[in-house]
Structure formats: structure tokens, C-alpha cells
């Protein structure tokens, strides 16, 4: 018994040292983000299919097999011209737009605008689901002399988690 009474005025001693509280409040903080950053996903507040901060033990949309098409429409032509992403990304490039990440989709757009004589540039994904459902096609375009890029409401990104169906929202870029 003269033992265990020592120990325990250490561990008392120890619980009220104030390094050892902000250690531990510290690790409840890190807990805590890492339980609430991934809900924002699964909430809706992220935006198309960007699973970096999310449970991706939970989600099927690395399952899901898409294909992106790009096109332009040049001045004095009437038809879309398809654009070859190979030689113009790199494959990685490809596989964040096939994730359809809003800012790197426009960040695209943008770039393509440079090329000397287009008009529009179009960006269109079809994604279907492992059981051969075929989703909604996401569309956004941008008008290069404007610099108007019309694309899917944050609703729209959503309907992979049972959201509403696809919307278009016309929104101004400076």
C-alpha cells in the first residue's frame, strides 16, 4: 500500500500540469478536425467531386468511370471543334478534370480562351456509375471575349449523393 500512494500524488501532480493540458487539448482540437473537415464533403460544402478531404472508405465516386470532352468553337466557324487533351495537359492534368474540379475546369477554360481565334470553349463530363447508370452530363462553357462561364449550380455536383437534378447558373468572372 505505501507503494501506490506515491504514484498516485504523481498522477495527480501530473494532470495538473498545465504543458501536459495543452498537449491534450492540442490532440482533442486534431481529433475534432478530423472528424468535422471530411463532413463538409458529405454535407455538400465542397465543391463537384473532390474527395481529398473526405472518407473515402464511404464514397463511390472513384468507382465512377467518366469521360471528358473538350470543344471550341472558333471565330467564323459554326460547328465545335473537339480539342485533344494529350498534347496539351498532362495526364494527371486529365484526371483532376475527369474529377471535375470546378477551379481547375475553369482554370482550363481560362487557358484555352488564350489560344488565338476562339470564341467558346466547352467542357462536357459523362460519368457512369459501376452498375451502368448514366449520370447527368456536367456542362460548363465559357464565353472568351465576356469571360462569362456558365456551369452546374453546387446542387447539381451534388446529385452523386442524392441530390437535386442538374441546374445552370450564369455567373460573371472578372
Known amino acids: 500500500m505505501a507503494d501506490s500512494a506515491p504514484s498516485n500524488a504523481a498522477s495527480a501532480q501530473a494532470s495538473n500540469d498545465p504543458k501536459r493540458r495543452r498537449v491534450l487539448l492540442f490532440i ?62 498532362q495526364v494527371a492534368w486529365i484526371s483532376i478534370l475527369q474529377r471535375f474540379r470546378p477551379s481547375v475546369v475553369e482554370g482550363f477554360l481560362r487557358f484555352r480562351c488564350q489560344t488565338e481565334g476562339v470564341e467558346h470553349v466547352y467542357y462536357d463530363r459523362q460519368c457512369t456509375l459501376p452498375d451502368g447508370t448514366t449520370l447527368p452530363t456536367d456542362h460548363v462553357e465559357i464565353a472568351c471575349d465576356s469571360g462569362v462561364i456558365s456551369h452546374p449550380s453546387k446542387a447539381a455536383t451534388q446529385r452523386k449523393r442524392g441530390a437535386s437534378p442538374l441546374t445552370t447558373d450564369v455567373e460573371a468572372q472578372p
Do not use: H
Open 28 to 89: 482533442v482540437v486534431v481529433l475534432i478536425a478530423q472528424l468535422l473537415i471530411p463532413l463538409r464533403y458529405y454535407a455538400g460544402i465542397s465543391e463537384g467531386d473532390d474527395e481529398r478531404f473526405s472518407w473515402r472508405m464511404f464514397s463511390t465516386v472513384r468507382l465512377q468511370r467518366c469521360n471528358v470532352n473538350i470543344s471550341e468553337q472558333r471565330k467564323g466557324g459554326e460547328a465545335r471543334v473537339p480539342v485533344s487533351l494529350k498534347p496539351i495537359v
